[in-house]
């Protein structure tokens, strides 16, 4: 699995549409502190579905949303697109998969996947059923590693175990 | 599942020992479940130990230890069950210029079989990257992502520096 | 003791405004006791708003913004009440280039009247240093201290990326 | 007041007898990770007579005093040195002060001030004698900065508020 493409529109200090290319190997996002690097980070762990606010550094979800700037008014939703390609880890899936989410200041959310509207669930299920497992350990920042040293590592021993008796079944 | 676990548990401390010796050369690591017993809801201990230093409590190690000591572990994880993406934001931000360079060399390894997205102000990681993007705010408060080649970076970090 | 503890902090927010505006141009700081009439006990609230952003919490700040934050007003207590000396760990790791020599930059003025000690990896603080201590590990958990020129530590950066 | 040297000996990862004169100015501490930079800020700290084991890194007295590598062994005490010029702010004090604080594994501690032995709360009394007041915000880290950032700057509050009206009395 690959990921291919984000886009960010009204989320946190994103306001215009805003297209981010993912090429393979390793990308590196630079910038001067506070332009809005971890905020693109953010925006992933959201369309992948994150529900737990503190995990996006918010308090309360309409600080998902434009807020607004000297010049431009804050906006009325946060809409954020992740284009995937299935390489055969989600074996019912199409080779290409976008997944769409976007949150009204007025607390409604939509989601979407292929273009096709569908409910928050059936995005956790596409990405807990595929042979990448869970995405439980793909975002590592301080707090993070803190929780690692401390010994925090049950969630990740699990998905290993997880895996790799996934494994165990296909080769049965 | 019980055993699963275990199985588990043992290649991740075998996958440990292994990076904790590259980041920490004639260092020591060892992963134990306190409650042998009872492996899935056991608290696990982790040792690490670099050279000379006698093994005590893992909060003696110093901030830049104790990064790469997390560090080892999380790609000690990514060894045994690779996610296809792995997102990591400033962890190099503690670390000297030698761990910066250990830490961006295994990354610019482990990048061939897992997308690799990296948050840092570090130019020896930004070396690494086959894609670098800039995140600007020219317009106060409002965010814009452009590309850049790594000698735009240096040439902006000169301009830093002679203001 | 109650207009005593009221003139220092109007004498603190006044300097507080100040370096916050150094270190973040075009933005507006504050501080409120939020109990007016009970000063001494009263919690206070740090307002730091960057140019552009919306006024909200300080959580919603950056990493490298919040220890801007707190290094602006970490300065303006000193520029009020100047301890004698002054002693930082690392504080610019977070920060970005620019940053970093601005803070760097400031501290090269505070050295005239206060006697500063930094530990720092970062080469921009290095270079506004006046004495630089190395502290080696040769022997394995054996801690020792030599002079260097900065001309050593940037050689021994280049020979590390050699390596 | 100008910090002049520091003298460490079986002080965290110092077992040898250790000398660093410190100059006016700026100096910077430079080096590997866990080479010894923030042991040499622990050792300041607790000469000064810092009590609190948290705020030198330490859960148990003995993590103060050397505890071995792979070729020493373990030493007896901790002793640390710090000799400082008083350029007038202590008025009944000579121009040179040394502090000097000893621990024993046993767990026995002894302090001297200019070489004659003395008690924890004669050192406490002198700085916080000084018209530099305590020495409250005189060590700044990560940690140390959270606490400003969340609030917590009563302390420093205080101290700028004792030390003004200190000045107000000489004036008077
Ligand atoms: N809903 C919102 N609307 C507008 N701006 C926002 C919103 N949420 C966060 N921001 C702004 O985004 C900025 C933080 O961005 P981010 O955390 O991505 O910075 P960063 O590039 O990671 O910086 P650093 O290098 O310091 O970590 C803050 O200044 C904050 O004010
Ligand atoms: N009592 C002791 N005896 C021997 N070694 C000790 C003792 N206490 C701490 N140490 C060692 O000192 C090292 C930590 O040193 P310190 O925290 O000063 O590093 P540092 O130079 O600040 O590194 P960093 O740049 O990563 O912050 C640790 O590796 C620890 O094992
Ligand atoms: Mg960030
Ligand atoms: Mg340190």
Redesign the interface.
């Known amino acids: 699995?690959?990921?291919k493409e984000l886009r960010l529109y009204g989320f946190?200090?994103?306001?215009?549409k805003?297209v981010?290319e993912?090429?393979?190997?390793?990308?590196?996002?630079?910038?001067?502190?506070?332009?809005?690097?971890?905020?693109?980070?953010d925006s992933?762990r959201w369309v992948l579905g994150e529900q737990r606010l503190s995990q996006v550094?918010?308090?309360k979800n309409d600080?998902l949303v434009f807020?607004?700037?000297?010049?431009?008014p804050?906006q009325g939703y946060a809409d954020v697109s992740l284009v995937m390609e299935n390489e055969g880890?989600f074996i019912e899936l199409p080779s290409e998969i976008e997944l769409r989410r976007r949150f009204y200041r007025s607390g409604e959310s939509s989601f979407w996947i292929n273009r096709e509207e569908c409910r928050l669930k059936e995005i956790e299920a596409i990405l807990r059923g595929g042979a990448?497992?869970g995405?439980l350990?793909?975002?590592?920042?301080?707090s993070k590693?803190?929780g690692?040293?401390g010994?925090d590592?049950?969630n990740?021993?699990?998905?290993?175990?997880?895996?790799?008796?996934f494994r165990?079944r296909r080769h049965e | 599942a019980r055993s699963r676990f275990e199985s588990a548990f043992t290649a991740v401390r075998e996958e440990f020992r292994k990076t904790f010796h590259y980041f920490f050369p004639g260092g020591e690591a060892d992963l134990k479940l306190e409650a042998a017993d009872d492996p899935f809801n056991s608290p696990v201990q982790i040792i690490g130990r670099p050279e000379g230093k006698q093994l005590k409590r893992l909060a003696q190690l110093s901030d830049g230890e104790r990064a790469m000591l997390g560090i080892s572990l999380l790609f000690a994880f990514y060894a045994v069950r690779p996610a296809p993406f792995l997102f990591i934001d400033e962890l190099d931000a503690p670390l000297d210029d030698a761990n910066v360079l250990k830490f961006a060399s295994y990354l610019a390894h482990l990048k061939n079989d897992i997308q690799v997205f990296v948050i840092t102000h570090n130019k020896r990681t930004m070396e690494k990257a086959d894609t670098i993007y800039g995140v600007t705010m020219e317009e106060p408060g409002v965010s814009k992502i452009i590309s850049v080649r790594l000698k735009d970076v240096k040439r902006h970090h000169v301009a830093v520096e002679e203001t």
Chains 1, 4 share one sequence.
Do not use: Q, W
């Open positions: 699995m690959k990921l946190k200090s994103f306001p215009n805003t981010l993912l090429s393979r190997g390793m990308t590196a996002l630079v910038g001067p502190n506070g332009c809005g690097k971890s905020n693109v980070l992933i550094r918010c308090s600080e807020s607004g700037s000297a010049r431009l804050e880890e990448a497992g995405r350990y793909s975002v590592f920042d301080a590693l803190a690692i040293v010994g590592i049950h990740l021993l699990e998905s290993a175990a997880g895996v790799l008796g165990e």
